[in-house]
């Protein structure tokens, strides 16, 4: 057992006669492992990726919300009539009256 350690730490694995069948295992684990953290990496990218336009769909949906608050602000009665009184034109006294129109045949 000792003197397979050694074997091992002095890499004699590496260069004996039955060595090819270790070199392919070798290379094959280096090509699994090379795979695996260019998945990882992959994975990483996206997850950034997704964290990113969760921020910036949580942007626009805030604009948008600010955007909509200061159009019903805008669209209130007593601001049109405050708009309009600064440019001279007052809400009429006389209540509008409905017209119908009838179709002759």
Same mark, same amino acid.
């Given at each position: 057992?000792?003197?397979?350690?050694?074997? !091992?730490?002095?890499?004699? /694995?590496l260069?004996?006669?039955?060595?090819? #069948?270790?070199?392919r /295992?070798?290379? /094959? !684990?280096?090509?699994?492992?090379?795979?695996?953290? +260019?998945?990882?990496?992959?994975?990483? =990218?996206?997850?950034? $990726?997704?964290?990113?336009?969760?921020? $910036? +769909?949580s942007?626009?949906?805030? +604009? /948008?919300?600010?955007?909509r608050?200061?159009?019903?602000?805008? =669209?209130m009665e007593?601001?049109?009539?405050?708009?309009?009184? $600064? =440019?001279?034109?007052e809400?009429?006294? !006389?209540?509008?009256?409905?017209?119908?129109v009838?179709?002759? #045949?």
């Amino acid at each position: 057992m000792k003197t397979n350690i050694y074997k !091992i730490l002095k890499g004699t /694995f590496l260069v004996s006669d039955d060595s090819f #069948k270790n070199w392919r /295992f070798i290379i /094959f !684990i280096s090509a699994l492992a090379i795979v695996m953290i +260019a998945s990882s990496h992959s994975a990483d =990218k996206k997850v950034y $990726e997704i964290a990113r336009l969760k921020n $910036e +769909a949580s942007e626009m949906r805030s +604009a /948008f919300i600010d955007g909509r608050s200061r159009l019903m602000k805008l =669209k209130m009665e007593s601001n049109v009539m405050g708009v309009m009184q $600064e =440019k001279g034109i007052e809400p009429s006294a !006389i209540p509008p009256k409905k017209i119908k129109v009838i179709s002759q #045949k």
